[in-house]
């Protein structure tokens, strides 16, 4: 059996790196992080990924020549590592066919909202602006579009009167903490059958 090995993209603090290193290392997930890669020089990921002896690198989407001079250094490096497993945490590059097709239905996503509901890079903001009662976070397959894969596994969490971006952003985080490391699991547990939208979760 091939080991299952994880490449996370992340482009800030990498607390969802965290809680999937934090399910590693109780066995949740039987698999290692092969990498962690960021798009810049400056996200926290880097440091956690060092800190615990993973290798990190950074391709900085400002150096690269063009979108696809970057996502080229991405699976190469990917590739390096022996990756089969791209699991994105954070990551806030919309990925290119080319990139998706790269690693065909091995590419999970975390989105803060309950989707199709309030796609995009504004969740918080846009859910608050529509005055939903209902949030939350969804985990699903990248395919070419943006927050529109087959959906995987979705937790809900309230919309309180007075809610912020940051309030709300805070309580759908820890969802996302114990969401994504269960989402991960029942793929490398080979417990995930795609069936056109439709993910069926074996138990």
């Not at 504004?122 to 939350?136: N, P, T």
């Amino acid at each position: 059996m091939t080991e299952s090995v994880l490449g996370v993209l992340a482009s800030g603090r990498g607390t969802n790196l965290q809680s999937i290193m934090n399910a590693i290392a109780t066995g949740q997930i039987k698999a290692k992080i092969g990498v962690v890669i960021t798009d810049k020089p400056e996200a926290k990921a880097l440091d956690r990924a060092r800190e615990a002896n993973i290798q990190a690198v950074c391709i900085d989407r400002t150096k690269c020549t063009s979108k696809e001079d970057f996502e080229q250094k991405l699976v190469a490096a990917l590739r390096e590592y022996g990756v089969n497993l791209v699991v994105l945490a954070g990551f806030m590059r919309l990925l290119s066919p080319y990139f998706v097709q790269s690693f065909k239905d091995r590419i999970l996503n975390i989105h803060p909202s309950l989707l199709p509901a309030f796609g995009g890079a504004h969740a918080h903001r846009d859910v608050l602006a529509y005055g939903v009662k209902v949030s939350g976070c969804t985990i699903h397959f990248v395919d070419e579009g943006m927050d529109s894969g087959p959906i995987i596994l979705q937790e809900s969490v309230p919309v309180l009167p007075g809610d912020t971006e940051d309030t709300l952003a805070a309580r759908v985080l820890e969802k996302e903490h114990s969401l994504y490391p269960r989402a991960i699991a029942l793929y490398i547990d080979g417990k995930l059958i795609v069936n056109g939208r439709q993910v069926i979760i074996q138990s």
